[in-house]
């Protein structure tokens, strides 16, 4: 049969712990299949953040019917079926506890799609006790939220007629829109055959040839082991040689009580705690058991009554929940708050053969038409039914709009990478397409309000799904203040954008705190994780703590992070050839993608300096000229040679951005050493009112680097844009177009110095040097970045 | 006074303002000085706790958020390593 809809199956239940393999698993599993063989599957939904799918029936993989639940998939699966696609979830309260990643059960991106939403709901059971299952009121409020967003669906499906009348009660579900379909049992429950006494017997020898109650149990008290226990001792005592084999799992602390309970019953030697049992082993104990006893105060569903059926033992079971409907007959049922009741139950049923036998006969004929094929067939007449002729027609949802994440900093923290991910996050908003949020791992957050969402990191993952976006960009940087984009690249693989391919300081600055042999041996570990069979173990202890050196030797320690990304952003192709040097040589490598620089807006800087009517640098000409060096100072930037280069080129010097003290007297020092103590000047950190002052004072800006990890600098992007000739040593500016920057290969004081006074003494190759500055800037713009960000990762 | 005097001297207990607080013991013992001097005194003692307490307040938050920090990246360092494959230790799943 081929259903007009195709659904969309979320079976994540098969992957959560505590469920896969209790009853809600077995459902979805039996479920799931059955949809699949009447061919009314578009998908079965898994959540990549969860572990494999425990028990997923193969069909289900050998139909080309699994997928990873992600926004692309969600897309392509409105876009390309023929069908009406319809979402469907399976078990709706998966991750409703404290800290849980809510946003794997509700999720945003079939949310937006607007798909019909079906439900199969299994009980409600918390709502009757919140007390005890509903600790707190955070708690109550976290199950109440998803209660309600259930009773919203288009269609609610239940397993019984009595969670049908919870959902109606409780949730305030309109009765057209509740249908129940049942539970099915499983074909693997069949009656003895003969082929597992070896089983049973290697198990349970005590209970070989022995008279046994079997109650399916657990740790939760609402299961009534502990009355079944009571129960046991009264029939004994009332002459019926009996024992009780409790399955299912017992922990620690309820093992403790229900051993005090035995005890105090005196049948301990009467009662068997198996704990958690195979399929195989189940189905061996129902078969050989008397009776099951299923003293359950509360239960969704009467599965276990029509299991035990099919393996040819009947069940008694408690009045008032989803077990009596599957018992069948009234004599079959009890009060289970009362062990005198399941008692009388138990004697009554054991000792009369022929009520036995009805009781089997009549359980049995329930058990056979409860199978997965008929739960699937009444699902699908209900969602026939409640979606009109009217939608029948209309095939596609509505199309979803790309949707980015950018991880990293943004100001007033990060530095350059912060201000650097600012705009461009400003850039794909006027973009419109994809909606982008930002996730900030900086400790403070922008002061103004953004045009974008921001998200903080411990809500990515758990409040926000990172599958619910096309694609997640991580903005990395070379320091300890990235640990958080790194922890998060790590869990949900996107797209790592390395602002420098080497990331040595990630590791030293975040291991500062240890000591020497810690230190060491958390490197060399890494050093092993990083270059497997090949660590450069002699540099690094060479290197020491000294990040410039280790970077110098070559070591990116990007490996890891490479392995389980989606694909690897550079700025240059200095970055990217000096990328492939970092990953594993002769392996498949992710994609890396170059992007181009981007500058602010052109012009901004001297033009807002001129409307202060501040005189522009060539006003400024009767003095010294200022030679500037932007950004933050630090001795991978080399001041030393910066205040060796202005001894002989005639000019004054200043360090504008955030200095450590130690290194401002190191540069004072060195210019009172060579003599010129007036020409150099540290500025510190400056507002953007002093960074533009000082735009406009600069006649050349002289950007150095000791060495290179590929990167590019804000810093001369800025002073392009700002029409300020740049004079540099990094390795990416040589790739922009000849005479952009006046480039230098070497590190050397004296051509550095002849280098300056050659520009500043000629005022037509500085000239030349701004305009084509400007033009770069022009044509490398932020909104240009913007569209080079989407191309790369869409290719 | 004797009330002031007595909250002057627990907020400079308080702050472990050891000079200060032998300066103003004297000036309570000696019960000689004149009451406006007194008062003048405990005017000046109260703003050097003010200033005092601000900066103990500043101090404080300052290294409260420098602990968080660090107890911050010593989670996310941990958290990393595992995410990388290292070792889990004994008694953590």
Same mark, same amino acid.
């Given at each position: 049969m081929n259903a007009p809809f195709g659904i969309a199956l979320d079976v994540q239940a098969l992957q959560a712990e505590g469920f896969s393999d209790r009853g809600i698993g077995r459902y979805v599993a039996g479920y799931s299949a059955a949809l699949a063989r009447r061919e009314a599957l578009a998908a079965v939904l898994l959540a990549p953040e969860l572990p494999p799918p425990d028990r997923l029936p193969l069909e289900l993989a050998a139909r080309g019917l699994v997928r990873w639940d992600s926004r692309a998939e969600c897309r392509d699966l409105l876009a390309s079926s023929e069908r009406r696609v319809v979402y469907h979830v399976t078990a709706p309260f998966l991750h409703v506890g404290r800290g849980e990643p809510s946003s794997l059960a509700v999720v945003e991106h079939w949310a937006e799609a607007a798909a019909p939403r079906v439900v199969t709901l299994h009980d409600l059971i918390p709502l009757r006790a919140p007390r005890h299952y509903l600790p707190t009121p955070a708690d109550e409020d976290r199950y109440r939220a998803r209660a309600e967003w259930i009773g919203r669906s288009d269609l609610v499906l239940t397993n019984s007629e009595h969670t049908r009348r919870e959902a109606i009660e409780l949730l305030g579900c309109p009765a057209g829109a509740v249908v129940t379909v049942g539970a099915g049992v499983s074909?693997?429950?069949?009656?003895?055959?003969?082929?597992d006494h070896q089983l049973f017997r290697s198990q349970f020898p005590h209970l070989e040839g022995r008279a046994y109650l079997l109650t399916v149990g657990g740790d939760d008290a609402r299961k009534g082991t502990d009355r079944a226990v009571a129960a046991l001792a009264q029939v004994v005592r009332r002459g019926l040689d009996l024992h009780l084999l409790v399955v299912g799992h017992v922990s620690g602390e309820w093992r403790r009580s229900l051993e005090e309970v035995t005890r105090s019953c005196g049948v301990s030697e009467r009662v068997t705690l198996a704990g958690a049992v195979s399929d195989e082993l189940l189905r061996a104990c129902y078969r050989r058991a008397v009776l099951t006893v299923t003293p359950s105060l509360a239960e969704g569903a009467g599965l276990p009554v029509l299991e035990s059926a099919a393996c040819g033992t009947p069940a008694v079971a408690s009045e008032g929940t989803a077990l009596a409907e599957t018992a069948a007959l009234a004599e079959a049922l009890f009060d289970a708050r009362s062990a005198d009741a399941i008692a009388d139950t138990i004697t009554a049923v054991v000792a009369d053969t022929a009520l036995h036998g009805r009781l089997l006969a009549a359980q049995q004929e329930l058990a056979a038409t409860a199978t997965w094929d008929a739960v699937a067939s009444r699902a699908l007449a209900a969602l026939d039914r409640s979606i009109g002729p009217a939608e029948r027609h209309r095939v596609r949802s509505s199309p979803l709009p790309g949707r980015l994440a950018v991880v990293g900093p943004l100001p007033p923290g990060g530095g350059g990478i912060g201000a650097y991910n600012a705009r461009l996050l400003d850039a794909l908003h006027v973009r419109g397409d994809p909606v982008t949020d930002a996730v900030v791992t900086t400790q403070s957050w922008p002061a103004e309000p953004t045009q974008y969402r921001l998200l903080a990191p411990d809500a990515f993952g758990i409040d926000v799904r990172p599958a619910s976006f096309d694609h997640v960009v991580y903005a990395l940087g070379n320091s300890s203040g990235h640990t958080a984009t790194i922890e998060l690249a790590l869990r949900h693989p996107g797209w790592i954008w390395l602002h420098e391919v080497r990331l040595p300081a990630v590791a030293t600055t975040a291991l500062e705190d240890c000591g020497d042999s810690d230190f060491d041996a958390a490197m060399a570990w890494l050093l092993h994780r990083a270059y497997?069979?090949?660590?450069?173990l002699a540099a690094a202890r060479r290197a020491g703590r000294d990040h410039l050196e280790l970077a110098g030797a070559g070591v990116g320690l990007v490996a890891p992070l490479a392995e389980r990304c989606r694909g690897l952003l550079v700025n240059s192709e200095t970055a990217r050839q000096l990328l492939l040097l970092d990953l594993p040589p002769l392996a498949a490598l992710p994609p890396i993608k170059v992007l181009p620089p981007a500058c602010p807006p052109v012009g901004q800087a001297r033009a807002e300096q001129s409307s202060r009517g501040e005189p522009s640098t060539r006003e400024r000409s009767?003095?010294? @000229?200022w030679v500037v060096a932007f950004g933050i100072v630090s001795m991978a930037k080399r001041p030393d040679l910066l205040v060796d280069a202005a001894v002989g080129a005639g000019c004054r010097v200043a360090f504008v951005g955030p200095c450590p003290a130690l290194l401002k007297q190191f540069i004072e020092e060195r210019a009172a050493a060579r003599g010129i103590p007036e020409r150099i000047a540290v500025v510190g950190e400056v507002d953007q009112e002093g960074w533009h002052f000082w735009m406009a004072q600069a006649t050349l800006a002289v950007q150095l680097r000791d060495s290179s990890g590929g990167e590019m600098s804000a810093a001369v992007l800025e002073a392009l844009a700002a029409g300020v000739p740049v004079l540099t040593n990094l390795a990416s500016a040589s790739?922009? @177009?000849?005479?952009?920057v006046a480039w230098m290969a070497s590190l050397d004081a004296e051509e550095l110095g002849s280098r300056m006074a050659a520009l500043i003494s000629s005022r037509a190759e500085l000239a030349a040097l701004s305009q084509a500055g400007t033009e770069f800037a022009a044509a490398h713009q932020f909104s240009h970045l913007a569209d080079a960000v989407m191309e790369a990762l869409a290719g | 006074m004797r009330a002031r005097l007595r909250s002057v001297l627990v907020r400079l207990r308080h702050l472990a303002l050891a000079p200060t607080l032998s300066r103003l013991d004297r000036l309570d013992d000696t019960g000689g000085g004149r009451l406006d001097t007194v008062m003048r005194r405990l005017d000046e003692i109260e703003v050097l706790i003010g200033t005092f307490e601000g900066r103990v307040a500043t101090i404080s938050e300052r290294q409260a958020a420098q602990t968080e920090l660090h107890s911050r990246l010593a989670a996310q360092v941990e958290e990393i390593k595992r995410l990388l494959g290292a070792p889990v230790p004994s008694g953590e799943s």
């Amino acid at each position: 049969m081929n259903a007009p809809f195709g659904i969309a199956l979320d079976v994540q239940a098969l992957q959560a712990e505590g469920f896969s393999d209790r009853g809600i698993g077995r459902y979805v599993a039996g479920y799931s299949a059955a949809l699949a063989r009447r061919e009314a599957l578009a998908a079965v939904l898994l959540a990549p953040e969860l572990p494999p799918p425990d028990r997923l029936p193969l069909e289900l993989a050998a139909r080309g019917l699994v997928r990873w639940d992600s926004r692309a998939e969600c897309r392509d699966l409105l876009a390309s079926s023929e069908r009406r696609v319809v979402y469907h979830v399976t078990a709706p309260f998966l991750h409703v506890g404290r800290g849980e990643p809510s946003s794997l059960a509700v999720v945003e991106h079939w949310a937006e799609a607007a798909a019909p939403r079906v439900v199969t709901l299994h009980d409600l059971i918390p709502l009757r006790a919140p007390r005890h299952y509903l600790p707190t009121p955070a708690d109550e409020d976290r199950y109440r939220a998803r209660a309600e967003w259930i009773g919203r669906s288009d269609l609610v499906l239940t397993n019984s007629e009595h969670t049908r009348r919870e959902a109606i009660e409780l949730l305030g579900c309109p009765a057209g829109a509740v249908v129940t379909v049942g539970a099915g049992v499983s074909s693997y429950f069949t009656p003895p055959d003969g082929t597992d006494h070896q089983l049973f017997r290697s198990q349970f020898p005590h209970l070989e040839g022995r008279a046994y109650l079997l109650t399916v149990g657990g740790d939760d008290a609402r299961k009534g082991t502990d009355r079944a226990v009571a129960a046991l001792a009264q029939v004994v005592r009332r002459g019926l040689d009996l024992h009780l084999l409790v399955v299912g799992h017992v922990s620690g602390e309820w093992r403790r009580s229900l051993e005090e309970v035995t005890r105090s019953c005196g049948v301990s030697e009467r009662v068997t705690l198996a704990g958690a049992v195979s399929d195989e082993l189940l189905r061996a104990c129902y078969r050989r058991a008397v009776l099951t006893v299923t003293p359950s105060l509360a239960e969704g569903a009467g599965l276990p009554v029509l299991e035990s059926a099919a393996c040819g033992t009947p069940a008694v079971a408690s009045e008032g929940t989803a077990l009596a409907e599957t018992a069948a007959l009234a004599e079959a049922l009890f009060d289970a708050r009362s062990a005198d009741a399941i008692a009388d139950t138990i004697t009554a049923v054991v000792a009369d053969t022929a009520l036995h036998g009805r009781l089997l006969a009549a359980q049995q004929e329930l058990a056979a038409t409860a199978t997965w094929d008929a739960v699937a067939s009444r699902a699908l007449a209900a969602l026939d039914r409640s979606i009109g002729p009217a939608e029948r027609h209309r095939v596609r949802s509505s199309p979803l709009p790309g949707r980015l994440a950018v991880v990293g900093p943004l100001p007033p923290g990060g530095g350059g990478i912060g201000a650097y991910n600012a705009r461009l996050l400003d850039a794909l908003h006027v973009r419109g397409d994809p909606v982008t949020d930002a996730v900030v791992t900086t400790q403070s957050w922008p002061a103004e309000p953004t045009q974008y969402r921001l998200l903080a990191p411990d809500a990515f993952g758990i409040d926000v799904r990172p599958a619910s976006f096309d694609h997640v960009v991580y903005a990395l940087g070379n320091s300890s203040g990235h640990t958080a984009t790194i922890e998060l690249a790590l869990r949900h693989p996107g797209w790592i954008w390395l602002h420098e391919v080497r990331l040595p300081a990630v590791a030293t600055t975040a291991l500062e705190d240890c000591g020497d042999s810690d230190f060491d041996a958390a490197m060399a570990w890494l050093l092993h994780r990083a270059y497997p069979g090949r660590a450069p173990l002699a540099a690094a202890r060479r290197a020491g703590r000294d990040h410039l050196e280790l970077a110098g030797a070559g070591v990116g320690l990007v490996a890891p992070l490479a392995e389980r990304c989606r694909g690897l952003l550079v700025n240059s192709e200095t970055a990217r050839q000096l990328l492939l040097l970092d990953l594993p040589p002769l392996a498949a490598l992710p994609p890396i993608k170059v992007l181009p620089p981007a500058c602010p807006p052109v012009g901004q800087a001297r033009a807002e300096q001129s409307s202060r009517g501040e005189p522009s640098t060539r006003e400024r000409s009767t003095q010294e @000229p200022w030679v500037v060096a932007f950004g933050i100072v630090s001795m991978a930037k080399r001041p030393d040679l910066l205040v060796d280069a202005a001894v002989g080129a005639g000019c004054r010097v200043a360090f504008v951005g955030p200095c450590p003290a130690l290194l401002k007297q190191f540069i004072e020092e060195r210019a009172a050493a060579r003599g010129i103590p007036e020409r150099i000047a540290v500025v510190g950190e400056v507002d953007q009112e002093g960074w533009h002052f000082w735009m406009a004072q600069a006649t050349l800006a002289v950007q150095l680097r000791d060495s290179s990890g590929g990167e590019m600098s804000a810093a001369v992007l800025e002073a392009l844009a700002a029409g300020v000739p740049v004079l540099t040593n990094l390795a990416s500016a040589s790739e922009y @177009p000849s005479g952009t920057v006046a480039w230098m290969a070497s590190l050397d004081a004296e051509e550095l110095g002849s280098r300056m006074a050659a520009l500043i003494s000629s005022r037509a190759e500085l000239a030349a040097l701004s305009q084509a500055g400007t033009e770069f800037a022009a044509a490398h713009q932020f909104s240009h970045l913007a569209d080079a960000v989407m191309e790369a990762l869409a290719g | 006074m004797r009330a002031r005097l007595r909250s002057v001297l627990v907020r400079l207990r308080h702050l472990a303002l050891a000079p200060t607080l032998s300066r103003l013991d004297r000036l309570d013992d000696t019960g000689g000085g004149r009451l406006d001097t007194v008062m003048r005194r405990l005017d000046e003692i109260e703003v050097l706790i003010g200033t005092f307490e601000g900066r103990v307040a500043t101090i404080s938050e300052r290294q409260a958020a420098q602990t968080e920090l660090h107890s911050r990246l010593a989670a996310q360092v941990e958290e990393i390593k595992r995410l990388l494959g290292a070792p889990v230790p004994s008694g953590e799943s």
